[in-house]
């Protein structure tokens, strides 16, 4: 055996080490570091050529440099040279080097490949696998370009050694891993599988790494590995512990190779040959039996390696999920070990239980052990294994345990570590609203949760509880009746104040006939704790109080008073000072019916997946999360005994679908489906409500569409009528909304340029629920298709409730046009399909380009387009109030550009603009003399194109 | 697979890193620090594994050095804490118990041990006597060398 200086030739860089290392401060070993760079640098630019030996000298010290924390920007060349020393030692320290500083974007890969490759051709075992550990190491996909296809060849030639094969096996793993499209799949990938029968142990453990990644990514290329890899496991787990020497660790025989063949195997389901099954079950037996008989050793080394093997087995158990008495025995395994004095065990036998208790099969059985669970919440010293207690907990519970989970949990929590006090609390919420039969214990639950860790419970927690009170008529007073005794309390959590302040706002009343919380004492209690919250309680207590003005009259002056203070109504934040405002001006105007329909009580929340379901999931990541629900009812109806009777659990079932599942992704706590006034704080700012979908300011209401309608020429009312009301609207603007009914509201936002166009279409559901197979065309005439391009961006299938999506549609103007594109819309909503078709407002003028003239180049232009066809004249009756600074700004809207002082007449209006098409522009120039008297208009437009000079005319004389 | 293996002392000097997925140097160090940090703040009897990041977490005190690997979710924690004894083991038999200080002072030699044992991130053999046989083997190679060396000193 060599002794430590052995191989070491390089005293100086013993020296170099020393002194660092007798530095006294960072000052110190920098300047020393300096000290040596610079020589360093001097002896590789010197002219001497330096000897392989040196070189690898400074080479070395150079990496000790870069180890140490320090950049190093040179060196690199020389370490380059050292690949193509014939000297092993040297060519080591140059491997090394590039391995550990050389990333892959250097300009040097090339060089670096050249050598590797004559390394890899060399024939010599150990620059071979010098140069296969390089690749390895570096990884780059210069090199998988390089050697992709020459390291399968060297794994499966016949005459490689067997320590090269291992270096290949994973060499082209790490390939894989990295490029995984330059490794091509060929006549090795057969090979490869064979390596599971070579006679080299180390070979067999490298090439089963490498089989197990392969076969992740293409499962049947590799199929025929599995009966290989069950014949090799079984001769290992029945060979006798001497049987494979070296492989022997610790009296366990191969356990790297057994974890890692029980690795490959659960890539693929059980076998199905039944033969093949039965070997692999009586090996799985083999391995648990192995964990009864008494340790050959008292080493932990022994220990940990046997109980690897176990675990990787259980492992493989699980996820076949098809043995019901190997998966009852793996579980009483783990139950050993929940109590075993080993630490690292008992967070093991933890974790492995948590998948376990999914499986239909064993779910029982992990139940059993609840109470050993429970005490090591209790009695852990480590927090991680605490944490993994509360994940077998949280997997384990089903209807039958919940109370006492939930219970357990929440008194943990009371001194659980700040760490996972968060996600414990969104353990808890879930399983008492998942198993609540009672809701007044799911409620008591949550306000328990909010008393004990209010900073943890986030948002999604307490708008849940809000919306299954909202919900469920049945524990609305309850509900009341708690908040308020929690309210009582000197200190209370800001999250109980906006709980209890919805609660009582809806529901208060409930409980106002009892004297002691009557009303106003109700009202006092809220207010006792508004000036200790912040600004978004505020606001939500606000809406309680205007609600209370409805639920109570009778204190109507003192909310009154409240709100008319100079700290509500001259309050420096805008939206509590906007509340105040409005509140208090809603209770003094509006009469008791208004109020009544206003503030009436919330509708029920749609039903959604649960917010806090997903806010876990993202915690945790998916792998961690078992589904707590399928297996559990498959058990149930399977009946095992002292199983509920499946008729029940199907009704418990139904009772709580509400509950099961649903949340708000939006923000706020509210239902989309009314018009009852939002109760929601911040309402006006941050989420979007039907009244101003579009923050535009035009809003038709339903019931004017529907007098058009009715009103309209046209005596036939069919669904797909065009829709054209609004039409006339967009001539001169561009923004607003086209469209409105019961269920949708359409929104457009246009812009215009030259002869392009982009218009964003906004599609609202005003309902609760989806719409599906939602889409949408845009047809046109044959004449208009081509005269106008629209191409319309593909919509969503699906529109939310209460949700908008928008449309993109790019619009390209080929030539003049007189015709309308339309709009159709399509989707189903509560089982009818709904077809809704509308004019797009596209229209020629859209297209116009103002320009500017003065005077004298007006007239010159307009005595030019004299010809009889190139005018269009209009008289006209007003249907407008005739104001001028409204018709100026209609003309603007136009698309034409204004000329003041053009006309002799003060009083007429002058305009001049550009059509663009993309075949031709024509000019345009309009006059618009208004008589008063009269009430009259007379419009002349004058373009180089009559149709153009018809159409103009035509749209714009509709707007006075 | 392993993503990478640590070597800090109880002071909180590193003196081995092994990755084997590219990793930019600043990511590199404020990881280092990061895990630093929370083992060595671990009491003695606290269990070995612990989840951190996406990645699990296993490490081992061998006298005054932790040796510390990141593996995926889905690796083995016993056997990766055998990982780290087998290659204390060769440490051990390589330099004749070994301390600290034969790791800093032969810092080329604990690298090249690694490489033999562990190779992107697998276990490549797991027999000690062949991954010594291989470090023996280059040994050899490099007394040859360095024969060679003095006698063209000695020309």
Not at chain 1, 289 to 300: G, L
Not at chain 1, 398 to 422: G, P
Not at chain 1, 578 to 584: K, N
Request: proline share 3%.
């Amino acid at each position: 055996m060599p002794a430590v200086s052995k191989g070491d030739g390089m005293r100086g860089l013993a020296v170099f080490i020393s002194d660092i290392r007798n530095c006294k401060s960072k000052e110190a070993e920098i300047k020393r570091i300096n000290k040596e760079l610079a020589n360093i640098r001097s002896k590789f630019k010197g002219d001497k050529a330096l000897d392989g030996y040196s070189k690898k000298k400074y080479i070395c010290k150079l990496l000790f440099i870069f180890l140490l924390g320090h950049d190093i920007d040179f060196g690199h060349m020389e370490a380059v040279n050292l690949l193509s020393s014939n000297k092993y030692t040297e060519k080591q320290i140059g491997y090394l080097f590039i391995s550990v500083l050389v990333n892959s974007n250097s300009d040097l890969i090339r060089l670096i490949n050249n050598g590797i490759k004559n390394d890899l051709s060399s024939r010599n075992p150990t620059f071979m696998n010098l140069a296969l550990h390089c690749i390895a190491n570096v990884g780059s996909r210069e090199m998988a370009e390089a050697f992709a296809s020459e390291v399968p060849r060297i794994l499966v030639a016949g005459d490689t050694v067997d320590s090269v094969k291992q270096s290949a096996a994973l060499c082209l793993l790490r390939l894989n891993r990295t490029s995984p499209d330059l490794v091509p799949m060929g006549e090795w990938t057969a090979r490869v599988v064979h390596l599971l029968n070579d006679q080299h142990l180390g070979v067999v453990t490298a090439a089963t790494s490498l089989i197990t990644t392969l076969a992740l990514k293409s499962p049947d290329d590799f199929k025929t590995s599995v009966s290989l890899a069950i014949a090799r496991l079984s001769r290992i787990v029945t060979s006798a512990s001497i049987d494979l020497q070296d492989y022997t660790y610790y009296f366990v025989a191969a356990p790297w190779l057994s974890v890692k063949l029980l690795r490959l195997l659960q890539c693929y389901p059980p076998p199905e040959d039944a033969a093949l099954r039965s070997r692999l079950t009586e090996c799985l037996e083999t391995i648990l039996n192995k964990a009864q008989e008494p340790p050959k050793s008292k080493k932990v080394q022994h220990s940990n390696a046997k109980n690897a093997v176990l675990f990787e087995a259980i492992a493989l158990i699980i996820h076949h999920d098809s043995e019901p008495t190997l998966l009852v025995r793996a579980c009483n395994q783990l139950g050993q070990f929940l109590q075993h004095r080993e630490t690292n065990l008992r967070y093991l036998a933890l974790e492995s239980m948590c998948t376990l208790a999914s499986s239909e099969f064993s779910h029982e059985a992990v139940k059993t052990h609840m109470e050993t669970v429970i005490n090591a919440l209790k009695t852990e010293r480590d927090v991680s294994v605490r944490q993994r207690a509360v994940d077998l907990l949280y997997a384990m519970c089903d209807r039958s345990n919940a109370k006492q989970i939930v219970a357990e949990m929440l008194s943990y929590l009371e001194t659980a570590d700040y760490s996972i006090r968060e996600e414990i609390v969104l353990k808890v919420a879930i399983l008492a609203e998942k198993y609540a039969v009672d809701y007044t214990w799911y409620v008591d639950t949550i306000l328990n949760l909010i008393r004990i860790a209010g900073d943890y419970v986030s948002e999604e927690v307490w708008y849940r509880v809000i919306q299954i009170v909202i919900n469920r008529d049945d524990v609305q007073g309850y509900a009341a009746k708690t908040v308020f005794e929690a309210l009582q309390a000197p200190a209370c959590h800001e999250n109980l104040v906006k709980v209890g302040g919805y609660i009582l706002g809806e529901f208060g009343n409930l409980i106002a006939g009892d004297s002691r919380s009557s009303p106003l004492v109700q009202f006092n209690l809220l207010h006792s704790k508004f000036h200790l919250c912040s600004v978004p309680t505020r606001a939500l207590l606000l809406s309680a109080y205007i609600k209370f003005i409805n639920l109570f009259p009778e204190i109507k002056a003192t909310i009154q008073d409240v709100l008319r203070s100079d700290s509500q109504l001259r309050n420096a934040d805008v939206e509590l000072q906007q509340r105040a405002v409005e509140y208090l001006r809603l209770s003094c105007i509006a009469s008791t019916d208004i109020l009544a329909t206003v503030l009436e009580e919330m509708p029920p929340f749609p039903e959604r997946e649960s917010s806090i379901l997903a806010k876990l999931k993202r915690k945790k990541g998916r792998g961690n999360l078992p589904d707590i629900d399928e297996a559990r009812k498959n058990v149930n109806v399977n009946g095992n005994g002292n199983s509920e009777p499946s008729d029940k659990i199907e009704a418990t079932n139904k009772s709580s679908p509400p509950l099961v599942a649903d949340l708000l992704p939006t923000n706020r706590p509210r239902p989309v489906s009314s018009s009852t006034f939002m109760f929601s704080p911040g309402s006006t700012v941050s989420s979007p409500s039907f009244t101003d979908l579009l923050n535009l300011n035009s809003t038709p209401s339903a019931g004017n569409t529907l007098l058009v309608d009715v009103f309209s020429d046209n005596s036939t009312f069919s669904a797909t009528e065009v829709s054209e009301e609004n039409f006339a609207r967009f001539i001169c603007k561009n923004n607003g909304v086209i469209y409105e009914n019961q269920l949708l509201q359409i929104g457009l936002k246009s812009e215009y340029r030259q002869n392009l166009g982009r218009m964003y279409v906004f599609y609202g559901n005003k309902t609760s629920t989806q719409f599906l197979n939602f889409s949408t065309s845009v047809t046109s005439t044959d004449i208009l298709r081509t005269q106008l391009n629209i191409h319309a961006k593909t919509v969503d299938p699906v529109i939310e409730g209460g949700a908008q999506v928008q449309q993109i549609l790019n619009i390209e103007c080929l030539s003049g046009f007189t015709d309308t594109p339309v709009l159709n819309v399509q989707f189903r909503y509560g089982g009818m399909m709904q077809n809704i078709s509308l004019k797009l407002p596209v229209m020629l003028n859209k297209f116009f380009q103002p320009t500017e003239m003065s005077s004298q180049d007006f007239f010159q232009r307009w005595k030019q387009l004299g010809a009889p066809q190139q005018e269009v004249q209009k008289i006209f009756k007003s249907k407008h109030p005739m104001d001028a600074e409204v018709t100026k700004a209609k003309i603007i809207g136009f698309g034409v550009a204004l000329l003041e002082g053009v006309d002799p007449n003060q009083e007429n209006f002058v305009g001049a603009g550009v059509i663009h098409t993309k075949s031709i522009q024509v000019g345009c120039l309009l006059r618009l003399e208004p008589n008063v008297q009269a009430q009259m208009y007379r419009l002349t437009l004058r373009t180089s194109k009559d149709s153009v000079s018809q159409r103009l005319c035509d749209l714009l004389s509709e707007q006075f | 697979m392993m993503r990478f293996m640590l070597l800090f002392s109880r002071q909180g000097k590193l003196r081995l890193q092994k990755w084997y997925t590219a990793t930019a140097e600043r990511d590199k160090k404020k990881m280092v620090r990061e895990l630093m940090q929370i083992v060595l703040a671990r009491k003695p009897k606290m269990c070995s594994f612990l989840e951190w990041r996406d990645l699990k977490i296993v490490y081992k005190r061998y006298a005054s050095l932790y040796f510390c690997c990141a593996i995926e979710e889905q690796d083995n924690e016993l056997i990766t804490l055998e990982v780290i004894h087998r290659f204390v083991e060769l440490l051990d038999k390589y330099f004749g118990s070994v301390c600290e200080l034969d790791i800093i002072f032969n810092f080329e030699k604990a690298y090249f041990i690694l490489d033999e044992f562990l190779m992107g991130g697998e276990i490549q053999d797991t027999s000690k006597k062949s991954v010594l046989k291989a470090i023996e083997q280059s040994d050899l190679l490099q007394e040859d060398c360095k024969e060679s060396h003095t006698k063209i000193f000695a020309l």
